[in-house]
């Protein structure tokens, strides 16, 4: 079992906008009315029932919406990291995909501290306190796209962490124990899914396509886009990467849509005088 990191800031127990303890707030929208604490028999069986024969590279989205039935959550995304960059697989909705995006082209935020740590990470309340503080530009903006809490956990094994499934929440709250141990039970599903999905050198027997293509080719756009920042500032990798990022957030745009304008030769960045 992964270390877990359940610090819950900014929300004292008791005051969490007149909900006692604030640990079953169920946000509207949200199917889990149905399974209220749904003990790890029942969440493996309908998690089983989800994937039953989906397409290998359909299996991380089915995952995030069974997340989202399952959990006290409003939206679900799963992202791989390599080389310090979170890409984003697949999410349950566009605002889930927004904050995903929002992580990646800040740097910065839980999900992006559970991948770098291998621990759970649960901001429980993005509003105010300490989880706002910790991350203040990512709370402003994740609140700004209607999401108040963020549960991250991360995908891999103790030694190796490959990415994140991260969890969305429209108020802030905690997850309770059971609630915890399903959102988990999603997680180690999902990593075993990635592990035994086909690569780019072994095509889907059942599709003959390649279930990471889409992801690599938003990978490769990336670090070509830092290479040539680099060619054109003098500038390490490190800092390069900190100069897309802070282009796209200036603009409001994503890190991966500047990489390709970069790419494109339609934006270039020059040493500053």
């Not at 299996?59 to 399952?70: N, S």
């Not at 990022?245 to 990489?259: K, Q, S």
């Amino acid at each position: 079992m992964r270390p877990r990191d359940d610090r819950c800031g900014g929300v004292p127990d008791g005051d969490r906008g007149g909900v006692p303890n604030g640990d079953r707030v169920r946000p509207s929208g949200a199917g889990c009315d149905r399974y209220p604490d749904a003990d790890r028999t029942d969440a493996a069986e309908r998690i089983a029932a989800e994937v039953r024969d989906a397409r290998p590279r359909e299996v991380p989205k089915r995952l995030c919406a069974v997340a989202v039935e399952l959990l006290p959550v409003t939206g679900a995304s799963a992202s791989l990291r390599n080389d310090g960059v979170p890409l984003r697989l697949c999410a349950s909705s566009e605002q889930a995909a927004r904050v995903a995006e929002i992580q990646t082209t800040l740097g910065d935020g839980p999900c992006v501290h559970a991948a770098e740590t291998g621990a759970p990470v649960l901001a429980c309340d993005l509003t105010r306190g300490p989880d706002a503080d910790r991350w203040p530009v990512f709370a402003q903006q994740a609140t700004a796209a209607g999401v108040r809490a963020v549960y991250a956990l991360p995908l891999g094994n103790d030694s190796v962490c490959v990415g994140t499934l991260d969890l969305y929440r429209d108020r802030p709250g905690r997850l309770t124990d059971g609630e915890l141990r399903t959102a988990e039970l999603v997680a180690d599903v999902m990593t075993v899914a990635l592990t035994a999905l086909p690569h780019d050198d072994e095509p889907d027997a059942r599709g003959g396509e390649s279930w990471l293509s889409g992801l690599a080719t938003d990978h490769d756009a990336v670090h070509q886009a830092i290479g040539m920042i680099m060619a054109q500032l003098g500038v390490g990798a490190d800092e390069a990467l900190a100069r897309l990022r802070a282009h796209a957030f200036a603009g409001g745009r994503t890190a991966l849509a500047v990489a390709r304008e970069v790419i494109a030769r339609r934006t270039r960045f020059d040493r500053e005088d």
